[in-house]
């Protein structure tokens, strides 16, 4: 008779370190998005961020106003940004990001909603995918 082989379960492999993500990150991943939206956004740098904005098919009033008031700020920077306005350059990226999203996709707008009545603040747009996306930190936020 031949000899009984016990079979081994299969050990659960880890998926990876377990990232903490801090507000410090994703400020840093929104500076680091923000000048590749806008770029893309104003094709370049060809068109002013307020007309780029206007160009959009926006679905609700409310988003079309917050992405105008942001461009309008935006145009109001100095023209070679030092760097002490890039994070103020970088906010209202990502409040142009924000609003965008959040006509086209419910998902994010009903996550940002309960960001901020859960006290954690607002759900940052960019960066939109990857590691630091904005559906990962409305997880990790408990907002998703």
């Known amino acids: 008779m031949p000899e009984r082989v016990e079979k081994r379960r299969p050990t659960r492999r880890a998926r990876g370190p377990i990232i ?13 998005a923000a000048p590749g939206f806008l770029h893309e956004l104003t094709d370049g740098g060809r068109t002013a961020p307020r007309t780029a904005v206007r160009r959009v098919n926006w679905t609700h ?9 942001a461009a309008r700020c935006l145009e109001l920077l100095p023209t070679p940004l030092n760097a002490v306005y890039a994070p103020v350059c970088a906010a209202l990226v990502g409040m142009i990001a924000a609003a965008m999203l959040a006509d086209v996709s419910p998902e994010f707008f009903q996550a940002s909603i309960r960001a901020v009545d859960s006290g954690a603040g607002t759900l940052l747009a960019l960066p939109i995918y990857g590691r630091l996306g904005w559906r990962r930190r409305a997880r990790f936020m408990g907002c998703l």
């Open 61 to 69: 009033a409310c988003n079309e106003r917050t992405a105008l008031t």
């Open 20 to 32: 903490i993500l801090t507000r410090r990150d994703c400020d840093e991943a929104e500076r680091r």
